[in-house]
């Protein structure tokens, strides 16, 4: 058990929590993070909500283990299948003065303040789409918007292959995009952290009048918000930042695919068993 809590954990069914992660290294540069990509059981978007609930449940295990005091799931199947639960049970039983957020809450947020949005898009994995987490959350802060939902399952294996900017599958999203496009959409919501690695293919599809927020820059500013209304979580500012990465699968194969999304180098890396 690591003695250190000022750590920020971050957990992904793979590596696209690196579309979040990024953003939180721009906006909150001097903390100290730890990521872990479940590589080996990606994707969790076709997986039960049971098998979804004990996968997340061993990451946050192996996260707090390592000295995290706060983690955030960045991956919209994890949030929408586990969170909730994660929050009212497992934390109250296991770590009562550890916090653990996820994703929906923030970018629902953000659609439902916009005053322009009566139309918004989703797309996301099965289980996320199939759990209607962003319906209910937008509905509740907004019930005038109008939600068009679609899962896009292809997405994400395809992405964890590297193939995000490859011609076939442009066209697979292309395929998957041009029944929402006759929705006569405001606003398209990428409800799969993997999917910002396509966002600009996915704005360039769904034209000008139609806005594809960025994600993971919505997400960074809401935990900014979030760890100043929070601080008896203890997480400060350091001088030496350090960050670990952590997969379950393919160490080469991580750095490779992750360095492109991440935009920098990934030094320190280890494969894990959960």
């Known amino acids: 058990m690591s003695t250190n809590k000022n750590i920020i954990g971050i957990f992904d069914s793979g590596l696209g929590g690196l579309s979040v992660f990024k953003y939180f290294l721009k906006k909150l540069?001097?903390?100290?993070?730890?990521y872990l990509g479940d590589n080996a059981r990606v994707?969790?978007?076709g997986k039960s909500q049971e098998v979804i609930y004990e996968y997340t449940k061993e990451a946050i295990d192996f996260l707090f283990s390592q000295g995290a005091n706060l983690i955030i799931i960045a991956c919209n199947t994890a949030s929408a299948e586990a969170l909730k639960k994660i929050q009212q049970e497992y934390l109250p039983q296991k770590y009562p003065h550890q916090k653990v957020l996820g994703v929906i809450r923030p970018l629902a947020e953000a659609a439902s303040q916009n005053k322009k949005l009566t139309r918004v898009g989703v797309i996301g994995t099965k289980a996320t789409i199939s759990s209607n987490v962003y319906k209910t959350e937008i509905k509740k802060l907004n019930p005038q918007i109008k939600v068009f939902q679609l899962s896009t399952p292809l997405l994400v294996p395809l992405i964890e292959e590297g193939w995000a900017h490859k011609p076939e599958t442009k066209n697979i999203l292309k395929s998957y995009l041009t029944p929402l496009k006759t929705k006569h959409l405001d606003a398209l919501i990428l409800g799969c952290t993997h999917y910002p690695f396509m966002l600009s293919e996915a704005k360039k599809i769904m034209g000008r009048s139609c806005l594809v927020p960025n994600t993971g820059r919505i997400i960074a500013q809401s935990l900014k918000d979030y760890l100043k209304r929070h601080l008896e979580?203890?997480?400060?500012?350091v001088f030496k930042p350090t960050i670990n990465f952590y997969t379950t699968?393919?160490?080469?194969?991580?750095?490779?695919?992750?360095?492109?999304?991440?935009?920098?180098k990934i030094t320190k890396i280890k494969k894990i068993t959960l």
């Open 43 to 45: 994707p969790y978007g």
């Open 249 to 264: 699968d393919d160490v080469k194969q991580f750095k490779k695919v992750g360095e492109k999304f991440l935009g920098q």
């Open 233 to 237: 979580l203890e997480l400060t500012p």
């Open 29 to 34: 540069p001097q903390f100290n993070y730890i």
